[in-house]
């Protein structure tokens, strides 16, 4: 059975459970939205450094010793660009997250059914909750014309149909159920919590998945991925607690920072070895 297949029954639950959706207050959202996003998100990133081990490979201390620093280097000075210049950061972010999460759906080297796939599963949500927008529009872009952006976003109907178009032409009826479903529940759930949704419940499981299957052979692996994971929850939890009101005043900004600063190097890594593939 597929892993499309698998989730089927998932979102049977899913839809049954966002009914009490509306009953549930922010702060209940934004625990819910966190706890899983650092319990299963991050934890999708921590098989990275034995993914490089064999894949790129790095055969030796130094390189490993290199690989790591040049990790951690793009977090930090992603992260840093991003305060300065928080709206090219956003944009580049949402570029090549578009392209990221296209390969959920599109493993050949087409970067425009993977842009589809992509920007139809960020931008899908935004269609139905304008608050949400205008907030991180007035954030990042203040002088932007919000003609222009809902001229864009009108966009979303046409790459939609490219992806709908792919899956009916190459008879994947499964993905094609998973994909009409995250649609719906795009149009229902405000822009964060799909994001959750769709990284945690789905992203994140199929990567993990596949690292497992690429790992096999590496001994203590989910051992060692546990490891990175908790000393990374660790400093995000000493960081949270040594200066709270952060998150209380700039909730979406620390939000996506957090977020872009552990995705890039992530993202950095499946590029290189997708290209030496």
């Known amino acids: 059975m597929s892993f499309e297949a698998k989730l089927i029954p998932l979102f049977f639950a899913l839809f049954i459970i ?10 209940q959202i934004i625990i819910i ?16 450094f034995h993914y490089a081990m064999i894949t790129l490979p790095l055969r030796s201390f130094k390189n490993q010793l290199i690989f790591i620093s040049q990790y951690m280097l793009i977090a930090f000075l992603f992260s840093l660009f991003w305060l300065y210049f928080p709206n090219i950061g956003f944009v580049i972010f949402f570029w090549i997250a578009c392209i990221h999460f296209g390969q959920d759906w599109c493993s050949k080297r087409n970067n425009f059914l993977q842009m589809s796939y992509g920007f139809s599963i960020l931008a899908i949500s935004f269609h139905t909750h304008t608050i949400v927008t205008q907030e991180i529009l007035t954030l990042y872009f203040p002088n932007l014309s919000l003609k222009l952006v809902y001229a864009i976003m009108q966009t979303t109907p046409f790459f939609i149909s490219a992806s709908l178009y792919h899956l009916a032409t190459s008879k994947k009826w499964e993905a094609l159920i ?14 964060f919590s799909f994001f959750a949704l769709y990284f945690c419940g789905f992203h994140s499981l199929k990567h993990i998945r596949h690292m497992r299957k690429v790992l096999h052979s590496v001994k203590h692996h989910d051992v060692m991925a546990g490891m990175l994971w908790l000393i990374t929850t660790m ?19 620390t939000y996506l920072i957090l977020l872009a600063g552990l995705t890039m190097p992530h993202m950095w890594l499946h590029q290189i070895q997708s290209h030496n593939h």
């Open 18 to 27: 966002n009914a009490c959706y509306p009953l549930l207050t922010p702060s």
């Open 235 to 253: 400093i995000f939890l000493v960081g949270y607690l040594y200066d709270p009101s952060v998150i209380k005043h700039y909730p979406i900004n």
């Open 178 to 191: 998973i994909w009409v479903s995250f649609l719906f529940l795009g149009l229902y759930l405000e822009p």
């Open 33 to 48: 939205q966190m706890f899983f996003l650092i319990t299963i998100g991050l934890f999708h990133g921590a098989y990275d």
